[in-house]
């Protein structure tokens, strides 16, 4: 079984701030693991992706996150916050292919002017 | 590349009526296609898998003669929300797996679904 585990319902930080998100993941095999974001009434865009290959994943508008085994977690940080950059970001894990994705709850993400 | 489409992006329907959503792969071929419900800020609940050609597989907790889905093709499928009742209302998301890429699946932009 595979679950994820997005510890901030809600983060809220000024424009030009650092952004991190917290993410841990349970997977009893090696995990896959996304985050995307959705902006509000619309799909999701994939942000970044991890797939076993090097543990500091770069994506795209700045975001990236590291991938540690040892702590189960995916955290997703970006140096310097922007206004549009205020979403819901979800965590996901799959294990194997990605028939089938397990969503964590998402966290809202404020950027105060 | 690897788009995928839904329509309609917004559909109201009364009460007892059926209402059809369509998901298409538009520049790949999608073997296998997802449906999500999402209620208002809350996170994406997996309703049904669906492969070309074969009866979808629900997710337990989900009435298949409900939400009828057809995956006639490798670039669409359908959920048809039966007898709606408010209870139904909700964000409806769709996603398709590509055999090229095996880690990723690419989402539709959603259709809000509001029974009267």
């Known amino acids: 079984a595979q679950s994820v585990t997005q510890l901030d319902s809600h983060v809220s930080v000024s424009e030009g701030t650092p952004v991190l998100l917290r993410c841990n993941y349970s997977s009893s095999y090696s995990p896959s693991l996304f985050w995307y974001v959705q902006h509000p009434n619309k799909g999701l865009q994939l942000l970044l992706k991890?797939?076993?290959?090097?543990?500091l994943v770069k994506g795209i508008n700045g975001f990236e996150a590291e991938f540690k085994k040892s702590e189960t977690s995916f955290h997703l940080t970006k140096p310097s916050a922007h206004m549009s950059d205020a979403a819901e970001y979800f965590c996901?894990?799959?294990?194997?292919?990605?028939?089938?994705?397990?969503f964590g709850s998402g966290t809202q993400l404020t950027v105060l002017p | 590349g690897a788009v995928v489409s839904q329509h309609p992006s917004w559909v109201i329907c009364k009460s007892g009526t059926s209402v059809k959503i369509e998901c298409r792969s538009l520049d790949f071929q999608a073997t296998t296609m997802f449906w999500y419900r999402q209620f208002p800020k809350q996170s994406l609940m997996l309703m049904a898998t669906s492969n070309e050609g074969s009866k979808a597989t629900y997710e337990q907790g989900v009435e298949k003669d409900k939400f009828l889905i057809n995956h006639a093709s490798l670039t669409l499928s359908t959920l048809t929300v039966t007898s709606a009742h408010p209870e139904d209302s909700s964000f409806y998301i769709c996603?398709?797996?590509?055999?090229?890429?095996?880690?990723?699946?690419?989402f539709g932009p959603g259709t809000r679904l509001t029974v009267t």
């Open positions: 991890y797939t076993s290959a090097a543990t």
């Open positions: 996901v894990v799959s294990v194997g292919s990605a028939r089938q994705l397990t």
């Open positions: 996603s398709a797996h590509t055999t090229v890429s095996s880690y990723e699946q690419y």
